[in-house]
């Protein structure tokens, strides 16, 4: 009932900038907290950065100073702008979101997932 889908991943080279995109969709209230995870090969999902409504951010220590999260609440959109990449940076993705639906549900829902390569 709940969809998330991801875009603007790819391949960049170290130290270049990468924009991604998530737009929510489907039966939604609100949305109080999205975020971005990222998940290397062998390793598990790391958080990146989350955003609630009020505007309040954090970030992973790993990314800090370098990834901004911004949010769009009217287009229930969440982007992250990724910069001075490094080749650790490289992994899938995945956008997140904490809903409410109209039924007063709460739900957390995934996206599928983009992959971010950063490799010369």
């Known amino acids: 009932q709940v969809q998330l889908v991801e875009s603007g991943g790819g391949l960049v080279q170290p130290g270049g900038s990468l924009r991604l995109s998530c737009a929510a969709s489907g039966s939604i209230f609100i949305i109080s907290t999205m975020g971005w995870y990222r998940q290397a090969p062998g390793k598990q999902r790391e958080f990146v950065a989350t955003?609630?409504?009020?505007?309040?951010?954090n970030y992973a220590d790993s990314v800090k100073g370098r990834f901004t999260i911004s949010r769009d609440t009217a287009k229930n959109m969440v982007y992250l702008q990724m910069s001075s990449l490094k080749p650790e940076d490289t992994g899938v993705y995945y956008c997140n979101a904490d809903v409410i639906t109209p039924m007063m549900e709460a739900l957390s829902s995934w996206g599928q997932g983009t992959q971010v390569t950063v490799s010369s």
């Open positions: 955003m609630p409504r009020d505007g309040n951010t």
